[in-house]
């Protein structure tokens, strides 16, 4: 049974998840990242980030409605701040799909990411067939993230329950995930995903030649840099892609 998501609202939690972070293994990544916000890119706001220490086998989720540049600017004892492990290349973290998250922090905080590894280009590199398009999250964990039929189940009521809530189509509102306290529902759904990061990267980590490295690394690059691109836009066909050249 998986731990409780531990929320970090205060700026001494962010002091101590921050120490907690230093020092963490690279091989397989330690850090699993994600992010959740109303429009979330340089147009619309950064709600929560979730974190998923590999090591610890814990999901925090950082307030960032609530703390806002706090979350990013508060340091440890040691003078490590979140912002400066997210743009440490040293440090290894691992992202599905980095390109509005890189938007969205740089707009909004100033961090240009480093040391990033998108799982979802791992997927599309080491996948046998055409390259043309990008699998999302949900495809990749109903093929290949090995979970057991309960665990399918679980992990499809807590993503359906999620989406009532905050899906407009669904009769929800992003809103929610800037009401406080954070309901158990919405908890769950940003804590579920993170933590099944690791298997997906273990198994497509697993399968990649090392023609591909490179090419992985640009992409990523250029993912990480949208944050740059005066006219992006991160919603629409075109995001579904592959890079150039992959296909």
Not at 173 to 178: G, I, Q
Not at 191 to 215: F, T
Not at 223 to 247: D, E, K, L, T
Request: proline share 4%; aromatic share 8%; charged share 25%.
């Amino acid at each position: 049974m998986d731990t409780p998501a531990k929320i970090v609202d205060t700026t001494l939690g962010i002091s101590e998840l921050v120490d907690l972070l230093n020092g963490v293994p690279n091989s397989p990544p330690s850090l699993y990242v994600d992010l959740e916000g109303i429009n979330l890119c340089r147009h619309g706001s950064v709600s929560i980030m979730q974190i998923y220490l590999l090591p610890k086998n814990e999901v925090y989720l950082i307030d960032v409605h609530t703390l806002g540049q706090e979350a990013f600017s508060t340091a440890s004892p040691t003078g490590l701040t979140l912002k400066s492990i997210l743009e440490d290349s040293s440090i290894h973290k691992a992202f599905f799909d980095v390109r509005n998250d890189s938007d969205a922090l740089y707009a909004h905080f100033g961090i240009h990411l480093a040391g990033i590894q998108d799982i979802q280009l791992l997927e599309l590199a080491t996948r046998s067939g055409s390259k043309r398009l990008i699998n999302g999250l949900a495809r990749c964990i109903e093929r290949e993230a090995g979970l057991s039929w309960s665990e399918t189940r679980e992990w499809k009521d807590i993503k359906d329950n999620g989406k009532r809530l905050f899906a407009p189509e669904r009769g929800g509102s992003y809103e929610v995930f800037n009401a406080r306290p954070l309901s158990e529902g919405i908890i769950k759904y940003c804590a579920q995903d993170v933590r099944i990061l690791p298997r997906l990267w273990s198994v497509y980590n697993g399968k990649l030649g090392w023609r591909w490295k490179e090419k992985i690394e640009a992409a990523t690059l250029d993912r990480i840099n949208v944050c740059f691109q005066a006219g992006y836009n991160g919603v629409g066909r075109h995001m579904a892609q592959a890079p150039s050249g992959w296909a």
